[in-house]
């Protein structure tokens, strides 16, 4: 009985233990358990038998309930062995049965029953009955530490599976965070490497701009020198016909040069339709805009489509100048012989300036009114 308590208590205390057997080791454990009792082997031979097995067992995996259904077989296999001593007469050796399974398995199914018959074979064959309450009270103590015994071992039981899921959760959350890292060092590499691509692709459209202006530049002679209106041919004026002679009439005060340009340029004007006219946005002419031209629409591609013959309006003959300047370098662009034929109408001060498109002439404006 001594041997059967000390196993029982390296049971209980076997909970805190590691799990050192494989789960196939355990699933041979386990039939070998069946095995011996079947055969009857419950507690002996020593090395050899059921209750040292499911010691072993529970010492290994005390969490692995498989066994407990086998240890109520090894108590109903006692009970068994202690109903046939009693039938026999043979109450102290029934009772050392039921000793054996009162303290490793009290709750046994039948084993209540069988020492409750037991007690009473006792009583009617004039066994000292302080003796049997003694035991009785023994019996109920013992099942009373069993039951402690079974409650310890679970409350540890939900220990440990408590701090399994926390550490699992712990667990998780970590990998959780690990992914998150992971994932936000791959978004800024990414992030890196298309700006990276972007200032690349920056750089070398810059790069083609440059290029492209530096071979234009090269290659029109136009474009790379400066431009002056003498750059620029005006319409050919034709020597006028030598005047028929005339009655002589009283000579008018002599006019000078500016006088008669005036007059000539006052007296100019185009006759035909105009195919379309253009307004100068104010703002662009005040400032000068280079870019003039491209901010009035299809004037260039229209002019050379047309071949058309340019009259400007405007308050001012130095943004006439301006204007013609501008419109031929916009057309060359188009077409390098592109000739513009070009001529100026005035419109009073603070009026919008106007291009107006019309069908190609022969001769400017001016040799018109000279003739």
């Not at 055969?39 to 499911?54: F, H, Q």
């Not at 591609?301 to 006439?320: F, G, I, L, P, T």
Request: hydrophobic share 40%.
């Amino acid at each position: 009985m001594k041997k059967i308590s000390l196993l029982v208590l390296s049971a209980f205390l076997a909970v805190s233990n590691a799990w050192s057997a494989t789960p196939e080791q355990l699933d041979q454990l386990l039939q070998q358990i069946k095995n011996d009792i079947s055969a009857k082997r419950l507690s002996s031979p020593e090395g050899n038998n059921a209750l040292e097995k499911i010691t072993q067992f529970r010492s290994e995996a005390p969490f692995d309930y498989r066994v407990v259904p086998l240890a109520y077989d090894w108590g109903e296999a006692y009970v068994a062995l202690s109903a046939q001593a009693r039938e026999k007469g043979q109450l102290s050796k029934a009772q050392g049965y039921l000793d054996n399974v009162w303290k490793v398995a009290a709750l046994t199914p039948g084993l209540e029953d069988e020492q409750r018959a037991l007690d009473q074979a006792k009583a009617s064959s004039g066994v000292d009955t302080r003796a049997v309450a003694a035991k009785e009270k023994a019996d109920a103590e013992e099942q009373a530490r069993q039951r402690e015994l079974a409650a310890a071992a679970e409350k540890e039981k939900e220990r440990l599976r408590i701090e399994a899921e926390k550490q699992r959760k712990i667990a998780a959350a970590e990998a959780a965070e690990k992914r998150r890292r992971e994932a936000a060092e791959k978004a800024r590499r990414a992030e890196q490497e298309r700006q990276r691509r972007a200032e690349q692709e920056r750089q070398r459209q810059i790069a083609a701009a440059a290029a492209a202006k530096q071979k234009a530049s090269s290659s029109s002679p136009v474009l790379n020198s400066p431009i002056d209106l003498d750059d620029i041919a005006l319409d050919p004026v034709a020597p006028a016909p030598a005047p028929k002679p005339r009655l002589a009439a009283p000579k008018a005060a002599a006019k000078t040069p500016t006088a008669q340009s005036t007059r000539l340029w006052a007296q100019a004007k185009e006759e035909s339709d105009a195919i379309a006219e253009y307004t100068v946005p104010p703002q662009a002419l005040q400032s000068k805009d280079r870019a003039i031209a491209e901010k009035m629409g299809d004037i260039c591609q229209k002019m050379v489509d047309e071949d058309a013959s340019v009259v400007v309006h405007s308050a001012s003959k130095s943004d006439y100048r301006w204007l013609a300047v501008r419109l031929t370098l916009c057309a060359r662009r188009i077409d390098r012989g592109y000739r513009l034929r070009h001529s100026y109408q005035p419109v009073a001060v603070g009026e919008s300036a106007i291009v107006a498109l019309h069908p190609p002439r022969d001769s400017s404006l001016l040799k018109q009114v000279g003739q």
